[in-house]
């Protein structure tokens, strides 16, 4: 009698996550058609209607332009979220990028709340092959995250590394906010799966994908002393081309 054993678990997640981007290419298909009309005519309306109407109304047509305006916008960007993830299977160029430079970076951009961000970054250029869009898509997928996650801390804290470990670019992301729920964080990567009550549930997803497209690994858990971990694992790139 001989018995065989073949681990599928691969297999099965390839088949999953091909038919969560078919599902997202449909829906990123038919909800991007109708916007930009949606938002033109909501527009005009304003533009033609608003000289005519008496200060009152006027208001009342200003203010509901601009919630169909700002709705729109949303739907755009989840629009976006459904093209990221349907995309197929590999980056577009690929170059040598400073991995810490573009922390560094996007960084930038969250001012205000670096007064509790504390940086452990190597005194030497960390190089890997990537699409510097999409890493810095990822990068601020992950802060976003840790940034919802602090949101009611009154002692907020995020630690972010960035090291080189035998022959691997290893950055990390650690907060004290609430961390992951049990129930779902061994469902964390899988398509609108989420706890934020306007979250599309594709953020860790899109992360996912843009990781396994630069060849590396994501992992995330939660901390003992409190808060989430997620750390990234990247090929590294020689210092000299």
């Known amino acids: 009698m001989v018995l065989v054993f073949d681990d599928i678990t691969t297999l099965l997640q390839a088949q999953r996550d091909a038919a969560w981007g078919e599902v997202a290419r449909r ?30 109304d006027a208001e009342t047509l200003s203010r509901g332009t601009h919630t169909i305006v700002t709705q729109v916008a949303a ?13 197929q299977p590999g980056p577009g160029a690929m170059n040598r990028i400073d991995l810490q430079a573009l922390l560094l970076e996007v960084l930038g951009l969250y001012e205000n709340q670096q007064s509790f961000v504390h940086l452990a970054l190597s005194e030497e250029p960390i190089f890997i092959l990537g699409e510097a869009t999409r890493l810095r898509q990822v990068v601020h997928n992950l802060l976003q995250n840790a ?11 995020l630690e972010i590394s960035c090291s080189v470990r035998e022959g691997h670019v290893r950055l990390s992301f ?7 729920p049990d129930e779902l964080i061994q469902r964390a990567f899988e398509p609108y799966v ?38 990234l694992d990247f090929p590294e790139l020689a210092q000299k081309a």
């Not at 940034?147 to 804290?157: E, G, K, R």
């Open 27 to 56: 829906l990123a298909h038919e909800i991007k058609n109708p916007l930009t009309p949606i938002q033109l005519s909501a527009e005009r309306l304003e533009h033609k209607l608003s000289g005519k109407l008496v200060a009152a």
């Open 75 to 87: 739907m755009k960007q989840m629009v976006d979220d459904f093209a990221v993830y349907a995309r």
């Open 147 to 157: 940034l919802d996650a602090l949101s009611d801390s009154d002692a907020p804290s």
């Open 174 to 180: 650690e907060d004290n906010g609430w961390g992951f």
């Open 194 to 231: 989420t706890t934020k009550p306007k979250g599309t549930g594709l953020g860790l997803a899109i992360v996912r994908k843009i990781v396994d497209e630069h060849q590396g690994r994501i992992s995330l858990e939660n901390r003992e002393s409190g808060g989430a971990r997620v750390v």
